[in-house]
């Protein structure tokens, strides 16, 4: 069993709630749809697919069980409230480069589940021996953008007009990225130095 496996599922607390974290699995395709769905359009527009599709989903929740994407659920009761996920590529020359994947759902907002979220997400990729994380998100993600970079992550690019939405906006892309070995210098500032990372 590895060290994830023994990690989920979870309990945390973020803003005096108790989360529950789990990995992703097919039994949480109805609640990721539900959750998909309460989603303002804007928080989807850095995914590469709208996940409020269900193809999309079900080629999500394979590359799940395929090892390409490790994805955690963070859930209140039954209902999901937030999703993390490391998503790699074993056979390109990028494969000690993980893409984190964070959103947090109306509900849970404001309560530090972001972050919680990320710190979870670098367990994931030291655990995969990655070397460096990205994260991308459009320009107007201004809180989720100052978070990302309290906790030292660096932009790295600025793509102008990248991204269009449903009425046919164009949006900036910005993509953030930090190196996981100089985690370990900020380990206490993370607040994961109580879980016993080896």
């Known amino acids: 069993m590895s060290e994830i496996d023994e990690r989920y599922p979870c309990t945390i607390e973020a803003g005096g709630e108790e989360i529950a974290l789990t990995l992703m699995a097919q039994t949480d395709e109805s609640a990721i749809a539900a959750f998909a769905d309460s989603l303002p359009e804007n928080d989807l527009l ?73 710190q979870e997400a670098f367990l994931i990729g030291m655990n995969q021996g990655l070397d460096k994380l990205t994260v991308r998100m459009t320009i107007d993600q201004d809180a989720a953008i100052k978070v990302f970079e309290e906790l030292g992550f660096k932009q790295e690019a600025l793509f102008r007009d990248q991204v269009k939405d449903q009425a046919g906006k164009k949006h900036d892309l910005i993509i953030l990225s930090h190196d996981v070995d100089g985690f370990f210098s900020q380990i206490e500032a993370y607040g994961l130095d109580h879980v016993g990372v080896e």
């Open 46 to 118: 850095f995914l590469t697919r709208d996940i409020r599709e269900p193809k999309v989903r079900a080629a999500w929740l394979t590359q799940i069980e395929q090892g390409e994407i490790l994805s955690i659920a963070a859930k209140l009761g039954d209902e999901v409230v937030g999703t993390t996920a490391v998503v790699t590529d074993k056979l390109s020359f990028s494969a000690h480069v993980g893409e984190l994947r964070v959103l947090v759902g109306p509900k849970a907002r404001e309560i530090g589940l972001g972050r919680k979220l990320i």
